[in-house]
């Protein structure tokens, strides 16, 4: 009875894999140094595919359904074994297991900023989140290329390669786009439509394929972030510098506030406020005067020279910063050193 009993673990009758969980994509069937017996039961679940594997070559891919091994459902097994007893005696052949589940809410994003192209700010620095999903659609080529002979191959074991092919392509697609970043920001379907074209050629090449891209956020760091609002800000009340440095002063007087205030008490507060306000006015007349035209040198020689230096200062923040070109700033430059002399 013994001996019975060890010759029928010998052979294999039934062939198929109950998935533990979400995370496997592909399993190796456990053979032991065991024998697939002929007429042996095959089952493909819905959502799987399993591939015979002999001598180190793909000979057969199964969808789903039942299956009785023989010489009809392995025409290119038995051709590779040149077997000449009809499957009249057992075979040992490598099978493996693959899920084809749609692997939903896989999370991407930026570590880093990325930097991109832009039109119309030059070279931007951009954060970006969402998530995808995806599934093997060809399995042999996922085998050759991706899981290869391992045991078990999950979806943790792919998640950083395809996170970088989703960086990658992010900025590849975009810089060919020729999208502004503030379309991308204000459209985050287009933003997603070009990552998803520039990925599916790459998700493919690895036997997957890409059903899903999402952008859920997408913006820029905080330094540049406060550019873009001074932008903003400045095209609302349109060249208008005057009102411009009212808006600067107005932003910095809080600060001001802040930092003399810290000398204690209500009257180190109040000297904070003063001394703001104060500054404050004198930005503005200094910044209207210096876009003024050229007025008599009696006029001129009112103007201190720290107050033109205050002023210069300002202005050559602003270039910095965009918001003045070249040319302007060193026309305004020219008008507000003829003050001094």
């Known amino acids: 009875m013994a001996l019975i009993d060890f010759i029928k673990r010998q052979f294999i009758d039934i062939i198929e894999w109950v998935e533990p969980g979400d995370d496997v994509l592909a399993w190796r069937f456990p053979m032991d140094d065991h024998e697939i017996q002929t007429g042996a039961s095959l089952t493909v679940r819905e959502s ?41 005696s057992p075979f040992k052949s490598d099978v493996y297991f693959f899920s084809a589940r749609q692997r939903l ?30 599934q093997i659609a060809d399995p042999k080529l996922f ?8 045991e078990t191959f ?39 439509k070009v990552v998803t074209d ?5 998700f493919k090449a690895l036997g997957l394929k890409l059903n899903g891209f999402t952008v859920q956020s ?25 009102r ?14 802040e930092s003399a205030g810290q000398g204690g008490g209500v009257a180190g507060t109040a000297v904070g406020l003063g001394a703001g306000v104060a500054m404050g006015q004198v930005i503005a007349q200094n910044l209207q005067q210096g876009l003024a035209p050229a007025q008599p040198a009696a006029a001129a020689a009112t103007i201190r020279p720290d107050e033109v230096m205050a002023t210069l200062e300002k202005l050559a ?25």
Not at 198 to 202: M, Q, R
């Open 48 to 88: 799987q595919f399993a591939m015979f594997v002999n001598e180190g070559k793909v000979a057969d891919v199964f969808g789903p359904g039942r299956y009785r091994l023989s010489t009809q459902t392995l025409p290119l097994l038995t051709d590779l074994k040149n077997w000449d007893k009809l499957f009249e």
């Open 317 to 341: 923040d602003l270039k910095a910063k965009g918001i003045l070109t070249q040319q302007e700033f060193d026309a305004k430059k020219a008008e507000l050193l003829q003050k001094l002399s």
């Open 154 to 192: 999950t979806v943790a074991d792919l998640d950083g390669q395809l996170r970088g092919l989703v960086l990658q392509q992010m900025a590849t697609g975009v810089a060919a786009s020729g999208i502004p970043f503030l379309d991308l920001a204000a459209n985050q379907n287009a933003f997603a």
């Open 218 to 242: 997408l913006s820029l760091p905080d330094e540049l972030q406060k550019v873009l609002d001074q932008r903003i800000g400045m095209g609302m009340i349109g060249n208008d510098m005057g």
């Open 105 to 134: 809410d896989q999370r991407w994003g930026t570590a880093q900023p990325v930097t991109l192209r832009d039109k119309e700010f030059g070279m931007v620095r951009v954060r970006a989140f969402g998530n995808y999903s995806f």
């Open 143 to 150: 085998h050759t290329q991706v899981s290869g002979t391992r």
């Open 198 to 202: 520039a990925l599916e050629p790459s």
């Open 244 to 257: 411009f440095m009212q808006y600067q002063t107005a932003q910095s007087i809080p600060k001001l506030a």
